[in-house]
């Protein structure tokens, strides 16, 4: 009978531990398709908004030159008033879930918690997702980067 080498133990364990992160990045952001936006020279990041329909979320992963990414989506309310959230909450950021839209709803991808897309610019705390400081120029929303970059620490 052949003996089992701790080395074929480590092995498997790793195997183990990656597969399971691998299925974990691939399930976290099933559904939602992020469009990948970066800082112009001014430091700031200019979307159009024209074609956002009321009742309707995209998602954005932000990328500057110093490789901090960010998470947030941009909404448009029934009201056709245009909201903007980090796409993490205050409780549950370090388990990296997000939020998904459905029927108007922001829901929670951890606690599924929902809160209405009408109320994301009304404050943050708890399951609730944290807005951003953002302006609209007509049809078009602009992000400073530095309001962007103070959602960093939700996505290190």
Not at 53 to 79: T, W
Not at 101 to 106: N, P, Q, S, T, Y
């Amino acid at each position: 009978m052949k003996q089992f080498k701790p080395v074929y133990g480590i092995a498997l364990i790793a195997c183990f531990v990656s597969l399971a992160y691998l299925a974990d990045a691939i399930l976290l952001d099933q559904g939602r398709q992020f469009e990948r936006v970066a800082p112009d020279r001014d430091g700031r990041v200019v979307l159009d908004v024209s074609s956002l329909a009321a009742s309707e979320v995209n998602f954005y992963r932000f990328l500057n030159s110093g490789n901090q990414e960010v998470k947030f989506f941009v909404g448009r309310d029934e009201n056709r008033i245009v909201h903007v959230a980090f796409d993490a909450s205050e409780n549950d950021y370090k388990r990296k879930r997000g939020f998904r839209f459905h029927d108007g709803w922001m829901v929670s991808n951890k606690c599924d918690t929902a809160t209405r897309l009408s109320d994301v610019s009304s404050g943050s705390g708890g399951c609730r997702p944290e807005p951003v400081r953002h302006r609209l120029d007509g049809d078009r929303l602009i992000l400073e980067e530095t309001d962007i970059l103070s959602g960093w620490r939700y996505f290190r």
